[in-house]
């Protein structure tokens, strides 16, 4: 029996349905259920008649395991690789291109991006701003803040760069990968920055940081079997703390002044020290060379003097001459010379003095005349013809 039959609805006697707020049995009746259900088996059955029977069926299924089939092909991409599960089981990878399996839900594939290079940021957050429309770096304290082997705090953010390098275990030993390889770079900073006092990282030792770092974390990711390359570990910013800032700087301005000032004094030393050397080792030549010329001029004197005593052994009487004449003309060679002879009066005949020249013997002046040949040399007075 159908519903528009029964007086009242089955939640009750009355015309106005089952809330008691129905139409009135004078407007227009809803379509009745079982003649809908009824009017959709005749539809279904005008398609598939009766003569078609058990091959139409076969057929059916047949296009259906075809489909099904079908559905197993699958294309990796370029940077992907593909991860084959049967059962939820590993049974193999493939490579990019076209591939198949065994339709699910007997197999699946799992296609992760091995040749793109993933970034995990410490330290920092990057949020987009709503009104500015442009990313804005927010500072993480509880990343950043680290502990120097000098026991000073440092405020370090930076970048981990990774990729995958073995799918297989990225996507089954390691149940959150990118925040396994967060907390590996937080924990390998940390300790690469406790082993390293505040001044070197602030200045020039961040090269060093970040190879340590590197090779830390992939230490670490190995052992874990997370099939996971680290690239690269990019240091964004080193500071102290935002309180004492101000005050590091003028630290640091101080230790500047401090260097150049040293390093003004190591000029002018490195500029003055060889210029002393040179001045030293000049004097020191010039006395050596002084030392060997007055022993090799005593040497000679020496030798001299022997040769002189030997001949004065043989002929002493000609070498005494010999030598008091060559004495004389070394010391009286260079000075003007007038010779007085106290006997070189003029006598007259019968032995009387005549006067003259007062015992002076002129002396032709034959230096100047050799000195200068072309001048006529003018006549000494009282010269005797």
Same mark, same amino acid.
């Not at 410490?122 to 709503?130: H, L, N, R, Y």
């Not at 961040?206 to 090779?215: L, Y």
């Given at each position: 029996m159908s519903w528009k039959n029964q007086s009242g609805g089955p939640w009750g006697n009355g015309p106005r349905g089952p809330w008691g707020s129905g139409p009135s049995s004078s407007g227009p009746t809803p379509p009745d259920l079982e003649d809908l259900i009824r009017r959709s088996q005749d539809r279904l059955r005008t398609m598939m008649p009766g003569s078609f029977g058990a091959k139409g069926i076969a057929v059916i299924i047949a296009l259906v395991v075809f489909g099904w089939l079908m559905s197993g092909w699958y294309r990796v991409q370029p940077d992907e690789q593909g991860v084959v599960l049967q059962f939820g089981r590993y049974v193999g990878t493939t490579q990019p291109g076209l591939n198949y399996h065994w339709p699910y839900p007997i197999q699946s594939v799992l296609t992760p991006k091995v040749t793109f290079v993933n970034r995990i940021d410490?330290?920092?957050?990057?949020? =987009? $701003?709503?009104r500015r429309g442009s990313p804005v770096m927010r500072d993480v304290p509880a990343e950043s803040l680290m502990l120097t082997g000098d026991e000073n705090i440092v405020d370090v953010d930076f970048a981990v760069f990774w990729v995958i390098s073995n799918a297989q275990d990225y996507l089954f030993n390691v149940q959150n990968p990118e925040g396994t390889?967060?907390?590996?770079? =937080?924990?390998?900073m940390r300790e690469v920055i406790g082993r390293t006092n505040i001044q070197p990282i602030l200045t020039g030792a !961040? #090269?060093?940081?970040?190879?340590?770092? #590197? =090779?830390l974390m992939q230490q670490v990711l190995n052992s874990y079997k997370a099939g996971v390359q680290v690239t690269q570990v990019q240091m964004q910013k080193v500071d102290p703390p935002s309180q004492v800032i101000d005050a590091f700087r003028d630290v640091q301005a101080a230790r500047a002044d401090a260097e150049r000032s040293q390093n003004e004094a190591q000029t002018y030393a490195n500029r003055v020290l060889p =210029?002393? !050397?040179g001045e030293a080792s000049r004097i020191e030549n010039a006395a050596q060379g002084y030392r060997e010329r007055t022993v090799v001029e005593a040497r000679g004197q020496a030798a001299r003097f022997l040769k002189i005593y030997d001949e004065y052994q043989k002929a002493k009487v000609v070498t005494r001459e010999r030598m008091y004449l060559e004495t004389m003309e070394r010391v009286l060679g260079g000075v003007d010379k007038v010779l007085v002879d106290s006997g070189a009066? !003029? #006598?007259?005949?019968?032995?009387?003095?005549?006067?003259?020249s007062g015992g002076v013997v002129p002396v *032709?002046? *034959?230096? $100047?005349? *050799?000195r200068r040949p072309s001048a006529t040399p003018a006549q000494p007075q009282g010269a005797t013809r």
């Open positions: 410490i330290g920092m957050q990057v949020s =987009e $701003d709503a390889i967060k907390a590996v770079a =937080e924990s390998a !961040r #090269q060093n940081i970040e190879t340590g770092v #590197q =090779e =210029e002393a !050397r009066a !003029r #006598q007259g005949p019968g032995g009387a003095s005549t006067g003259g *032709l002046p *034959l230096n $100047d005349l *050799l």
